[in-house]
């Protein structure tokens, strides 16, 4: 039977220590900075009422957040994807195979992601996009599909820069999926290979029913910390104005100067989306460990 966790003497200490602290933050920069702190109008800052249609809509933090969301469940998607490939690449017997997966991984991880930004952004997506016409394509495409786009993706007007920074972020974060697959699959002890491969079953096979279902459980933590990682990267794309929550918290900051109100609430909002990520995660090891799958298997 699970034992319940008990609150300890440390526990409580350390709490009581952290409230402390923010409560002395709290006081210095009201008695020393003389800052005038202003909560009433945050809210407003995330949802708005707007008398031509009735309703109440997101406005700049909810925007910036909505778009944060949505960059990093594509960059997770496609990165993944990206991984799995060279993952395998990674294992290749063929070494030009190896070659370019490793190729791919050490360039991207031993490169700076903002001088990665700046170079897909500017020398690479720019002249790719600008040339393939994609501002024009989306905006000659009926109101309806328009509509999807700026639901899934971005407005039409900035579906171009959200397509670099998605581009950029795919890369980078895809060199360290690489690896968490390379690694998850090498994991596995080299007899089971053998086994199945003494089974008759092709290599597909072997990657399909016994490699890949053990070695999913090993993949699965790092996968989360990475997913995590993925929702903080994604801020650096606002140096290239891509309209998300960092982006418009330094707008709104620098139209209103309220900088620890708006930056406390952007934390907020960053900590409610990656705690979120973390405890799904949580729920799919638990519910792998339920069915027999095990990190340990």
Partial sequence: MKQKRRITRLDIVVTVAIVAIFAFLAYRTTA??????????????????????????TNLLMQGFLTTIRLSVWTTVFA???????????????????????TYVELIRNVPPLVLIFIFYF????????????????????????????????PPGRFPAFLSALLTMVIYEGAYMTEIIRGGIQSIDKGQWEASAASGLTWRQQMRFIIFPQALPRILPPLAG????????????????????????????????????????ITVLYFVLTFSCSLVMRYLEVSMRKRGYSAAD
């Fill in 32 to 57: 020393v900075f003389h800052y005038r702190w202003n909560w009433s109008v945050i809210p407003l800052y995330l949802f708005r009422y707007d008398p031509e249609e009735g309703r109440w809509v």
């Fill in 226 to 265: 990475q997913l995590i990682s993925t929702i903080k990267d994604s801020a650096i794309v606002s140096v290239i104005s891509i309209q998300e929550l960092t982006f418009q918290g330094m707008e709104l900051m620098s139209a209103t100067y309220l900088t620890f109100e708006i930056w406390i609430t």
């Fill in 123 to 154: 020398f690479i997506s720019d002249q790719i996009i600008t040339a393939l016409r994609v501002d024009d394509f989306i905006l000659s495409r009926s109101e309806e599909t328009q509509s999807l786009i700026a639901f899934f993706f971005a």
């Fill in 80 to 102: 993944l994807l990206l991984g799995v490939i060279m993952g395998l690449l990674r294992i290749s017997r063929s070494l030009f195979r190896r070659m370019i997966g490793r």
